[in-house]
């Protein structure tokens, strides 16, 4: 069971949301995923991470220590 986690609409949308980082590319010159838990924390996915319906595997962990979220992701109007 994944948890639905629609793009990002404007820069005040409520989390979780998820968008891409158009100017952004890591150190493998991929295009860098943001994703923000529901709690408001961001963590990053890169593109291999995501499967062409969405899905995001392996299951996702918020990186605040403090935060106890963590699922498995899917991520609503993937491919961007
Ligand atoms: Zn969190």
Known sequence: ???NI???LTSTSSPPWWDTMADHY???QELVITVQCPHG???WLRPGEVANDGEVSPLVRCPLESC???GYL???G???
Do not use: C, I, V
Request: net charge positive.
């Open 26 to 28: 890591n150190e493998h």
């Open 68 to 70: 106890s979220f963590h």
């Open 6 to 8: 629609p793009r990002r």
């Open 41 to 43: 924390h961001s963590a």
């Open 78 to 80: 993937w491919p961007p």
């Open 74 to 76: 899917k991520l609503e």
């Open 1 to 3: 069971m994944s948890m």
